[in-house]
Structures are given as C-alpha cells and as structure tokens.
C-alpha cells in the first residue's frame, strides 16, 4: 500500500526557518571572543545608554560596572531569544497536536540537542567557552518558542472552528504529517 505525503507550504516555510535559525546560531558560535564582545558590546552600548538615566555623566567605574552586568544580561538574553525562534520554527514545523505528544519532545529534543551541539561547537573557538548553563538557558528559549507556537495554533483552530472552517473533516495547512 502506497502511502500519499502531503506537503504543506506553510510547513516547508517553517521548515526552511527552522535552518536559517540554526545557520544564524551556528554563525554566532564560529566567532572568537574579541568579535563576540564586540557584537555584544554595541548592543549593550546602545542598551545602557538608552536605559539609564544619565550614564554619560557616570564616573568611568560606575559606567564600566554597569556596562559588564548589562553586557552579561544581554549575551544571555540573546541565548534565549534566538533559541525561541528555533524552538518557534520547529514547533511550527511539526505542525498541530496535543500537548503531550512524541511530537513535543521531539522538537525539544531536537532543540537541546542542537543547543549542546552549540555548547560543544564553542569549546572549539578561540577564547570561547563550553557552558551547560547556556544549554539550558538555549533550552529554556526553545521551550517559550513551542508554547508560543502552540497557542498560535490552538487559536487558528479555534477560530477556524468558530468561522466553520474545517469542521474537523480535513487537516489545515499545519496539521498535516509530512511523513
């Protein structure tokens, strides 16, 4: 017996996002120390000065202080939120289902995976280092991406429901198995 696959565009979109956001994770990674901080300091530069109050008018050492906590905030803020997008995408990807299905741990194994893959890709950079902290913080993100996905899904269906859309009879777009 043949088994039909079905496509859906949605899906491969997702699909296809899901390995931008890893080229962009892995592209991350690949830079040494020196032109890591330097991304990050501009960031952090901006964020400070935006954020706090009179900080050009800080003694040197104050603004120094306040600059290394911020800069650590926002390296790990940034952990979080491209691991979200991953987590987002992937979950996207897979399309409709319960909460607690294969289908859920999949895509979080498949995040923490990559995210230790990550951790490890580190260890090989310059003055880069190996932290199961940032695995989990990377997991942590892909875990809000996934419960975001899946509201946003929940709610298409409950609308689609409400509009008398599908009725149940057949999938949409993201529900669908791709295998």
């Known amino acids: 017996m043949t088994r039909h696959i079905e496509i859906y565009p949605v899906r491969v979109i997702f699909i296809i996002l899901t390995?931008?956001?890893?080229?962009?994770?892995?592209?991350?990674?690949?830079?040494?120390?020196?032109?890591?901080?330097?991304?990050?300091?501009?960031?952090?530069?901006?964020?400070?000065?935006?954020?706090?109050?009179?900080?050009?008018?800080?003694?040197?050492?104050?603004?120094?202080s306040i600059r290394d906590k911020a800069e650590h905030i926002i390296r790990k803020l940034a952990h979080y939120s491209i691991y979200m997008s991953l987590g987002f995408c992937a979950s996207m990807a897979v399309g409709r289902r319960r909460l607690r299905s294969r289908k859920n741990a999949g895509v979080l194994a498949f995040c923490f995976l990559y995210a230790c893959s990550d951790e490890i890709h580190q260890h090989f950079v310059?003055?880069?280092?190996?932290?199961?902290?940032?695995?989990?913080?990377?997991?942590?993100?892909?875990?809000?991406?996934?419960?975001?996905?899946?509201?946003?899904?929940?709610?298409?269906?409950?609308?689609?429901?409400?509009?008398?859309?599908?009725?149940?009879s057949k999938p949409a777009a993201a529900d669908a198995p791709l295998t």
Do not use: H, W
């Open 126 to 168: 310059p003055g880069r280092a190996c932290m199961f902290t940032d695995v989990l913080i990377d997991t942590g993100g892909a875990i809000t991406g996934m419960v975001i996905s899946l509201v946003l899904l929940a709610l298409a269906g409950f609308i689609r429901r409400k509009r008398g859309g599908s009725g149940g």
């Open 19 to 64: 390995i931008v956001c890893m080229v962009v994770i892995f592209m991350f990674s690949r830079d040494n120390a020196g032109k890591s901080s330097k991304k990050s300091g501009r960031v952090t530069e901006a964020a400070v000065e935006t954020f706090v109050r009179d900080y050009d008018k800080l003694p040197p050492a104050k603004q120094n």
